[in-house]
């Protein structure tokens, strides 16, 4: 098998490369995990929903950084992966098994691997857990990853019933399926992570 590069490259013989300054090879791959409880449309904002991600992945010793997979009024969903990654990372569960097979593959109509599941902060079953009356997940993008204007329980701020955000049926296999549920609904909400921990310099 390679070796890490001389000068402290990252090496991982799971990923049979060398993570960091390796040219052409991709690095570890990015987790998609949810958070440990249904969420309304009610988040504090972006920024809410962003911290929950945070502090939830840092409770159970995961050193990268973990975003809301959520549009806001300033924020399309795609771009919270850096450009870098999003064709040559994959993305994985919370048990590393890979989901899609790049991060673009989610706005490009990609379904999720067949038995496959994505699994909260916390290890329950997204999909088979009771913990999600609901199997439905907040994005408030369009199914290219775009923002979708009105569409996001006034920027993730508001829990009422008579608003809606964009959300997917989980069975569906797609994250970006376009319904409309309720701003009151308790619905999944995912973390992605936007940079792998030993990355970071």
Wanted: overall charge neutral.
């Amino acid at each position: 098998g390679e070796k890490g590069e001389p000068g402290g490259g990252y090496y991982d013989p799971r990923y049979g490369g060398s993570g960091v300054g390796a040219p052409g090879v991709p690095g570890p791959p990015l987790h998609l995990i949810a958070l440990n409880s249904p969420q309304t449309g009610s988040m504090r904002g972006i920024r809410g929903a962003d911290f929950l991600c945070f502090t939830q992945a840092q409770g159970i010793g995961m050193k990268g950084t973990f975003r809301a997979f959520l549009s806001s009024r300033l924020q399309d969903l795609h771009s919270i992966v850096r450009k870098t990654d999003r064709q040559n990372l994959s993305v994985v569960n919370l048990k590393d098994e890979v989901l899609f097979d790049s991060w673009d593959d989610i706005f490009s109509g990609g379904r999720m691997k067949e038995n496959v599941s994505i699994y909260s902060f916390d290890g329950k079953d997204v999909l088979h857990d009771n913990t999600w009356p609901e199997k439905m997940v907040w994005h408030g993008s369009t199914s290219r990853g775009e923002r979708h204007v009105d569409s996001f329980c006034e920027t993730w701020r508001v829990g009422e019933h008579a608003l809606t955000g964009m959300a997917s049926p989980l069975q569906s296999g797609s994250l970006l399926q376009q319904s409309s549920s309720s701003c009151s609904s308790s619905n999944v909400v995912l973390c992605i992570e936007n940079s792998a921990g030993h990355s970071r310099r």
